[in-house]
């Protein structure tokens, strides 16, 4: 919290596993967006950073996407200490390969521990991603706003270094 500047009296969190009724998914996720509007703030923490789980789970996607997608809504990321330092090492040496590392992910490979999920997921990004006419694939027009919030969380974090 104290990185993002954020008071740890005055600042809320929502963990979607708990937030989400994993018991009834389908209903639930189409709220995503509108939850992160009322809450102004997604953070997602990169662990490890050369290797970030978060990039390589659907609902961590899925998430990431509607903060580009919903007015109002501000990404964060964030890293343990340790990682943060190795972070800053890479970004003052080896740049590309941070870029490379943040944007390699794909939706279609994601996982979840729920295949019914991934499944759900899919679809919503099918319906909500399709162009007109279907020229574009709505998986890489989805990769690709999530592969921007990135970037531009990423810009956003290396200022605070």
């Known amino acids: 919290l104290e990185l993002h500047g954020m008071d740890a009296t005055a600042t809320y969190l929502w963990v979607d596993l708990y937030c989400i009724r994993q018991n009834s998914v389908g209903e639930d996720v189409r709220f995503i967006g509108e939850v992160e509007r009322q809450i102004g703030r997604v953070v997602v923490v990169l662990d490890p950073w050369h290797a970030p789980v978060c990039l390589t789970r659907v609902w961590c996607l899925y998430e990431i996407v509607h903060t580009q997608l919903v007015d109002k809504t501000i990404f964060h990321l964030t890293m343990a200490p340790d990682e943060r330092r190795a972070f800053v090492r890479a970004l003052q040496t080896n740049r590309k390969r941070v ?59 290396s200022w605070q270094i």
């Open 99 to 157: 870029e490379q590392v943040l944007s390699t992910f794909d939706a279609r490979t994601a996982d979840a521990t729920n295949e019914m999920d991934k499944l759900m997921i899919f679809e919503l990004i099918r319906e909500s991603f399709a162009s007109p006419g279907g020229r574009d694939d709505p998986f890489d027009l989805f990769n690709a706003t999530v592969r921007k919030a990135v970037k531009q969380a990423v810009a956003a974090f």
